[in-house]
C-alpha cells in the first residue's frame, strides 16, 4: 500500500525555527493536495494546512507550507513550547480512491 | 460539530456501530470520513463516503468487514464494523472532508477495542 514517509522526530529550541517533510510518489502527493495537521496530546487532529500551502482562518502566520512534486514540507517559525505535538500529513491516493496519512512527526520544542 | 458513540468493549469476531452526529453544517453538502488511531500510533484513513452516499471507498485493512453509511435526514454518519480484530482496537474518529481532502472538523472520537 502507497505510504507517505515523514521523520519521526524533530526539535528545536523556543524561537527557533523547524521543517517537517513528507514524502509521497506521482500517485499520491504528485497529482493532489497535501493538507497539514496538529495532534495536542490526548486531543483530534485540527487542520493546520489545507491545498498545499493554504491555512485555513485563525492559523497564525508561524505556521506555513509547500509542495513540490512529490513531496511537501510543514515549517514553523517562532517556536513555541505549545507547539510540542504530533504533526501529519495527508493526500489522497490516485489508486486506492482513498486517503492517506504520514507517519506522523513528533515535535519537541526543547 | 461532530459527536461520535458506539464504541466500546468487543471479543474477536464480533460487531459494532459507530455513529457520528453532525451539526452547525449542511452535512448532506460534504465528503464524511472515518480515520482511526490505534494506541501510540498514527493516523489512518479508514473509509469515506460521499454527500449522497452514492460513492464510498475503504481501505484495504477493513475492506469486506467494514459498512460505511449515511442517513442525511438525521444528519448522521455510520460505521458498521464486523468481524473485528485485535488490530482495529483504536480511537475512531468522524471527520468532514471540506475540500481536497483536507478535514477541518474532527470529532473527539471514539474509543473500540477489540479483546477477548
Known amino acids: 500500500q502507497s505510504m507517505l514517509t515523514q521523520p519521526p522526530s524533530v526539535s528545536a529550541a523556543p524561537g527557533q525555527k523547524v521543517t517537517i517533510t513528507c514524502s509521497g510518489s506521482s500517485s499520491n502527493i504528485g497529482e493532489n493536495y497535501v493538507s497539514w495537521y496538529q495532534q495536542l496530546p490526548g486531543s483530534a487532529p485540527k487542520l493546520l494546512i489545507y491545498d498545499n500551502d493554504n491555512r485555513p482562518s485563525g492559523i497564525p502566520d508561524r505556521f506555513s507550507a509547500s509542495k513540490s512534486g512529490t513531496s511537501a514540507t510543514l515549517g514553523i517559525t517562532g517556536l513555541q513550547t505549545a507547539d510540542e505535538a504530533d504533526y501529519y500529513c495527508a493526500t489522497k491516493d490516485g489508486s486506492l480512491s482513498g486517503g492517506l496519512f504520514g507517519g506522523g512527526t513528533k515535535l519537541t520544542v526543547l | 460539530q461532530l459527536v461520535e458513540s458506539g464504541g466500546g468493549l468487543v471479543q474477536p469476531g464480533g460487531s459494532l456501530r459507530l455513529s457520528c452526529a453532525a451539526s452547525g453544517f449542511t452535512f448532506s453538502g460534504f465528503w464524511m470520513l472515518w480515520v482511526r488511531q490505534s494506541p501510540g500510533k498514527g493516523l489512518v484513513w479508514v473509509s469515506r463516503i460521499n454527500g449522497d452516499g452514492t460513492s464510498i471507498n475503504y481501505a484495504d485493512s477493513v475492506k469486506g468487514r467494514f459498512s460505511i453509511s449515511r442517513d442525511n435526514a438525521k444528519n448522521t454518519l455510520y460505521l458498521q464494523m464486523n468481524s473485528l480484530r485485535a488490530e482495529d482496537t483504536a480511537i475512531y474518529y468522524c471527520?468532514?472532508?471540506?475540500?481536497?481532502?483536507?478535514?477541518?472538523?474532527w470529532g473527539q472520537g471514539t474509543t473500540v477495542t477489540v479483546s477477548s
Open positions: 471527520t468532514r472532508d471540506w475540500r481536497n481532502f483536507a478535514m477541518d472538523v
